[in-house]
């Protein structure tokens, strides 16, 4: 890079209770070979020793900032980075990851040379001492090409209805803060309806119509760390029916008619999902799961365009059917099943016990 140009480059990071990881975190991102950092690091209400060691980062290197607020959950905490952030382009990172030293510096050289919104690169996986590279290199988006606006909008917004075109994460990513601006000063960028999981994928999903152009580059620029909280249940899984409602509400507004069906699919795959989970760490006995198949149905805005489409499907699945039919015994039981299937299988039970060891040592 023209170390003539030297942008400020926002570096916005959610902490929570992330003393254990945080050391190498930060080490990562004040070693960055790219300077000219802002270092925003706000404090969602931590009660662990994490906010002391962001103050003593602050105390000894003049471009971190520390931020404290009450919990709200990542999105607001990252909401309220952005609000305080004065970088020409934002970079969004989470406090228990880590960047390769290179990753600021190769994303922004990008950004400037392309000229484009946004550019993402790839990610490794760090699960204890392994590490897989390039972890994410199998999206469909291409690499090292300039995509631009009809294509990007008509080709790739499918990413939030279906798997396969590109992460939808905010990591691993550079923005332009113009972009984000404008955006932010429409839509609802940042929601409290999904604090815990998809909060990223929300904001770029809100975001992506705005953007001009994207670019994709074959290097690793983030770290993401794989932990055992991953196999453990988890209570703000019904957070992902909220973003189908959402996710609904736009494809409408935008006659995006390509991705109601896989919207529908993912929303019966996490309906049934979750009833397995409930039943698998017994977090509800039969009547309350049969009560949560009957009040999602009754209450989710999707549920009654869910229903019509697939009533016009042939050769529906079994949960689908299910579903039609109201069959609240017969959901149970494929919930059931889902448990055994997804958790009780001996491969599944040794790798969460891998896990869970190698996470517990490092």
């Known amino acids: 890079m023209d170390n003539t140009v030297q942008p400020l480059v926002s570096v916005l990071i959610p902490l929570y209770n992330q003393e254990r990881y945080f050391k190498s975190c930060m080490r990562s991102v004040v070693s960055q070979t790219y300077k000219n950092l802002e270092i925003i690091i706000v404090n969602d209400g931590s009660t662990d020793k994490s906010p002391q060691m962001a103050r003593k980062w602050a105390a000894q290197d003049n471009r971190v900032k520390v931020i404290d607020k009450q919990n709200d959950g990542p999105a607001f905490a990252r909401r309220e980075g952005y609000l305080h952030a004065t970088g020409e382009f934002v970079v969004f990172f989470d406090s228990d990851d880590m960047l390769p030293p290179v990753a600021i510096e190769v994303l922004l050289k990008n950004i400037l040379e392309k000229d484009v919104d946004v550019v993402m690169g790839l990610y490794d996986k760090k699960l204890g001492f392994i590490t897989q590279h390039k972890a994410d290199r199998g999206y469909a988006f291409p690499f090292n090409q300039v995509v631009t606006q009809p294509e990007l909008f008509d080709k790739y917004y ?63 620029v983030y770290i993401y760390r794989y932990g055992g909280g991953t196999f453990g249940f988890n209570r703000h899984f019904p957070e992902l029916f909220e973003s189908s409602d959402k996710r609904l509400k736009l494809l409408d507004k935008f006659n995006y008619t390509q991705g109601y069906k896989p919207l529908f699919a993912e929303y019966v795959a996490c309906f049934y999902h979750h009833a397995a989970q409930l039943i698998h760490y017994k977090k509800a006995d039969k009547q309350v799961v049969i009560d949560f198949f009957k009040q999602e149905m009754d209450r989710r805005e999707l549920m009654p365009r869910l229903m019509e489409h697939y009533s016009q499907q042939e050769n529906n699945k079994r949960t689908v059917k299910l579903l039609l039919a109201r069959d609240f015994e017969g959901m149970y039981q494929f919930a059931c099943e889902e448990s055994v299937n997804l958790y009780g299988s001996a491969k599944y039970k040794a790798k969460k016990l891998i896990v869970d060891i190698l996470t517990h040592i490092f």
Do not use: H, W
Not at 164 to 186: H, Q, T, V
């Open 158 to 220: 499918l990413g939030f209805f279906n798997n396969g075109l590109f992460p939808a994460s905010a990591c691993a990513k550079i923005y332009r803060k113009c972009i984000i601006d404008k955006a932010f000063a429409e839509v609802e960028l940042y929601t409290r309806d999904i604090r815990f999981m998809g909060e990223d994928q929300y904001f770029n999903l809100m975001l992506f119509p705005y953007l001009r152009s994207m670019y994709r580059i074959d290097e690793s």
